[in-house]
């Protein structure tokens, strides 16, 4: 597995409950990913991405989902398309 800093996509930054509320946004889009809090990370936003046992064309499709999804983009201020 890797830890994968989300901090930036938080809707409010250093919340455990911004936290739960992009985890669920994730999962809406099919991503699924274990939120730190129950990983007991010491800091919102990082999330446990778990790579075993899965082809690299699944994990790139997650991250594609990632990547096109309007929240991220609006986040990083990326434009649409």
């Keep these: 597995f890797a830890m994968v800093d989300m901090r930036t996509l938080l809707d409010a930054p250093g919340s455990w409950a911004a936290e739960a ?10 991503v699924l990913m274990t939120p730190g809090a129950d990983c007991h990370m010491d800091e919102p936003g ?36």
């Design 21 to 30: 509320r992009l985890f669920k946004e994730l999962l809406a889009c099919g």
């Design 46 to 81: 990082w999330f446990r991405c778990c790579f075993a046992w899965v082809e690299v064309a699944h994990l790139r499709t997650a991250f594609a989902k990632i990547y096109a999804w309007p929240p991220f983009r609006a986040r990083r201020g990326l434009h649409s398309g």
